[in-house]
């Protein structure tokens, strides 16, 4: 499975916002990042049609959760950017080539389906029970114990 690398993307701005006490301009983002600020305005935005973050239009706008960090799940953040669509799409492959089972005989899903449905419902259970703000309660583990503190006074302007 690949996802897009908008769905890191969104979920490390995520926990930014979390640390921020104001909305975040798109732009303050990408600067923080290192990234595009075109191609990651259009992850926010994604992310703000799917309700996880409101836009506040003007100079002292940006971006913010409309929600707690705590009720926002990294599964949440990923359907948002990629969309809910399983990663796995079955083409009904044994109904091709010389040996093709005729549709009656493939009524039901193959062991292959099967088993890559499984694992889509164990991936995404597994992301439905992450949250940004259990994401961001291991961030200092992480790193140097100053990440957390350290993004939040560069979002204020102080670092």
């Not at 595009?36 to 239009?57: D, E, N, V």
């Not at 599964?75 to 969309?83: I, K, P, R």
């Not at 492959?93 to 164990?122: E, F, S, T």
């Amino acid at each position: 499975m690949k996802l897009s690398n908008g769905v890191e993307w969104a979920i490390h701005c995520c926990i930014s916002l979390g640390q921020s006490r104001a909305p975040v301009p798109a732009a303050r983002l990408a600067e923080l990042h290192g990234l595009p600020p075109g191609y990651l305005a259009k992850h926010l935005q994604a992310l703000s049609q799917a309700g996880i973050l409101r836009s506040t239009p003007g100079p002292a706008g940006g971006y913010s959760f409309t929600r707690p960090a705590g009720d926002i799940t990294v599964l949440d953040v990923v359907q948002a950017v990629d969309g809910p669509e399983p990663a796995f799409r079955c083409t009904e492959i044994r109904q091709r080539g010389p040996l093709a089972q005729p549709p009656r005989d493939c009524a039901k899903p193959c062991a292959v389906n099967r088993a890559m449905q499984v694992a889509d419902r164990a991936w995404r259970a597994a992301l439905r029970d992450i949250t940004i703000a259990d994401l961001s309660d291991t961030i200092d583990v992480d790193s140097s114990g100053s990440a957390m503190r350290d993004v939040r006074d560069w979002l204020d302007g102080s670092g």
